[in-house]
């Protein structure tokens, strides 16, 4: 709805993410299979704004922890070396501090915050 869209246009892009309902217009892979939402994000991140710009729709991506790591993997290289055979491609670029994101879900009246991450929040009134 309108007001969900101006807190979306507010807060981004930056360290949000955004839970929404979901419709026959979303692939199936990318909603959850019982709430049938969404998470999406915009970050502020250099290359990924550029990368989308260049593709002209948007990406699907997850944070990528190992099966035998605590931390999420940040650096290409580290990626390539890992697990490189099994992907299509790996992009080095600028990496940031790798803290979570904070998450909002839009699927209520009002809107909801699932966790407090990186998001500041202090002058957004929810």
């Known amino acids: ?6 807190l979306i246009n507010r807060l981004t892009p930056g360290p949000f ?10 692939p199936r892979i990318m909603l959850n299979p019982k709430k049938k939402t969404v998470g999406a ?5 250099i290359t990924t704004l550029a990368l989308v710009e ?3 729709e948007p990406l699907m991506s997850s944070t990528l922890i190992l099966p035998d790591k ?7 290289w580290e ?8 992907l299509d491609a ?11 994101t904070t998450v909002i879900d839009l699927t209520g009246q009002v809107p909801e915050i699932l966790r407090q991450g990186a998001g500041d929040l202090s002058d957004v009134m929810i």
């Open 1 to 6: 709805d309108n007001s969900a869209f101006k």
């Open 90 to 100: 790996v992009i080095e670029g600028p990496v940031e501090e790798a803290r979570p």
């Open 54 to 56: 260049e593709l002209g």
């Open 41 to 45: 994000r915009i970050p502020d991140h």
């Open 17 to 26: 993410t955004f839970i929404m309902k979901g419709d026959k217009a979303v």
């Open 79 to 86: 990626i390539r070396d890992e697990i490189g055979y099994l």
């Open 70 to 76: 605590e931390v999420p993997e940040a650096n290409g």
